[in-house]
């Protein structure tokens, strides 16, 4: 399994922004492990273009259910692969707030993902009340469950554990919180797709992830990569993140 240091740029980004991706290309031109950048669907095509050649992969934030259609405004998983992604992040925390995401619909998506050849990062994640009040564990399994389709394999699927209340906040859970719910997340795919699927479904950490706590989130058992907001948008932030993923695969 190839751990991912996967940047999810969310809503920032025009075509002056590209350097950044590149300087992030450039420092790592034989990375030890894969590089991935989410920007706004409108870069995707320029920064896979600028990115051929180099470690750099790049993927949509979001995508339809549906193949094609009468749905204004939305993109679909094959419009995303042809524009030059070959990941698609599914279901993020503000994708189920700003647009009522439910897991049916993630699941949905992710089939669509998949049919058009992406592999799909899925996002689950507790807010700060579920945590408060003991219900971590279930909210996490009950999204998994919900948002993963059957069929599941290493090459097609990506975890990504997001708490709500950790992402854009600077507040990172501790080092037994994230284990607690990455083993958890391993043990729930093991027993659901078998061990030869669960254990390469790559489990990404994000939510508040930096340079200088990055080192101590992939010593975690289960931890294999993250999925960094803010800190994806500077080249060399982002940087420091993979060198220390880098580091962490020895
Ligand atoms: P953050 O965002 O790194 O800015 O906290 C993470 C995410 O939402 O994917």
């Not at 051929?52 to 939305?74: F, N």
């Amino acid at each position: 399994m190839r751990k991912l240091a996967a940047g999810n740029w969310k809503m920032n980004g025009t075509t002056g922004s590209l350097a950044e991706a590149m300087a992030v290309a450039a420092a790592h031109p034989d990375a030890a492990v894969e590089l991935l950048i989410c920007p706004p669907a409108t870069l995707i095509t320029a920064m896979a273009t600028a990115a051929t050649g180099t470690p750099l992969e790049v993927g949509g934030q979001d995508c339809h259910a549906a193949a094609s259609g009468a749905h204004t405004g939305d993109i679909s998983a094959a419009m995303l692969s042809d524009a030059g992604a070959s990941y698609v992040i599914l279901g993020h925390s503000e994708r189920r707030t700003d647009h009522g995401e439910t897991d049916a619909l993630v699941r949905a998506k992710t089939e669509a993902a998949w049919a058009a050849g992406l592999t799909a990062i899925v996002c689950v994640g507790e807010t700060l009340a579920e945590r408060d009040a003991g219900r971590t564990l279930e909210v996490v399994g009950r999204q998994l469950d919900g948002s993963v389709p059957n069929g599941a394999s290493g090459a097609r699927l990506v975890i990504a554990y997001e708490p709500v209340w950790a992402i854009g906040t600077g507040k990172v859970p501790t080092t037994g919180q994230i284990a607690e719910v990455h083993d958890f997340l391993r043990a729930r795919l093991d027993a659901r797709f078998g061990e030869g699927v669960g254990r390469l479904v790559r489990l990404l950490y994000g939510g508040s992830v930096k340079p200088s706590n990055a080192a101590e989130i992939f010593a975690i058992r289960n931890v294999d990569g993250a999925l960094v907001g803010g800190a994806s948008l500077k080249a060399a932030e982002f940087s420091g993140i993979i060198a220390a993923l880098e580091d962490s695969v020895g």
